[in-house]
Structure formats: structure tokens, C-alpha cells
Nanobody, 126 residues
Framework: QVQLVESGGGSVQAGGSLRLSCVAS????????ITWFRQTPGKEREGVAS??????????YYADSVKGRFTISQDNARNTVYLEMNSLKPEDTAMYYC?????????????????WGQGTLVTVSS
């Protein structure tokens, strides 16, 4: 049974930083996709950052809105994916979810993911 547990959310002022963690069980992050999504009320869930390892190479993908500010990384020994968020803006305020899928074709497409965590709330004040 796959479980994803997020943590690390909180309230920060604009310009601050947070590090989110996603611990996976029943799912090997070293050979599959793990992606961070976020969602605000009334809006669709959007892809933020994704990481995958294929053929010995690690691939990272980012939404344009977070490039240069967010960094996704993984610790295979802990089966954990991190999202380091710097220079946070009020528009980054959202519930952040990690998601896992075995057959991901488009990293930002929610339909390609089978497993979701419960989410962790990030609030950025101006």
C-alpha cells in the first residue's frame, strides 16, 4: 500500500523560506516520479516541481512560476522528496501535495498520478 506523508508547511512572511518533505512508503522514489502540486480554493491543482530518475540520470521539472526559487531533491535512503522554497511570495500560498505515479507521461498532469498525500498548508503573508 502506497502512502505519502507531507510535512513542513507553515506561515512565513514574503521573502522567507520553507522546506517541505514527502515521505513515501510502499513506493520507491528512486525509480519513479514524485511531484509536488499545489492548490488554492476555487482553482485547479497545479504542478509545481517533479523529480524522476531514469537510466541513472535524475530529471527535475519546474513550473515557470517557481523556477529559480524552488528546488526539488530526493534522499533515496530515506525514501523522501524535499521541496526547498525560497523567496516566497504571497501567491505561493496554497495547500501543497506530493503525488506518485508509475506511468507519468506529463509531469504536471494530475491524471497521471495514482497516489496523493494529505497535503501541507503554506501561507505567505505580505
Amino acid at each position: 500500500q502506497v502512502q505519502l506523508v507531507e510535512s513542513g508547511g507553515g506561515s512565513v512572511q514574503a521573502g522567507g523560506s520553507l522546506r517541505l518533505s514527502c515521505v513515501a512508503s510502499g513506493y520507491t522514489i528512486s525509480t519513479n516520479f514524485i511531484t509536488w502540486f499545489r492548490q488554492t480554493p476555487g482553482k485547479e491543482r497545479e504542478g509545481v516541481a517533479s523529480i524522476s530518475t531514469r537510466g541513472g540520470a535524475t530529471y527535475r521539472y519546474y513550473a515557470d512560476s517557481v523556477k529559480g526559487r524552488f528546488t526539488i531533491s530526493q534522499d533515496n535512503a530515506r525514501n523522501t522528496v524535499y521541496l526547498e522554497m525560497n523567496s516566497l511570495k504571497p501567491e505561493d500560498t496554497a495547500m501543497y501535495y506530493c503525488a506518485a505515479g508509475y506511468f507519468v507521461r506529463r509531469w504536471f498532469d494530475t491524471h497521471d498520478y495514482n497516489y496523493w498525500g494529505q497535503g501541507t498548508l503554506v501561507t505567505v503573508s505580505s
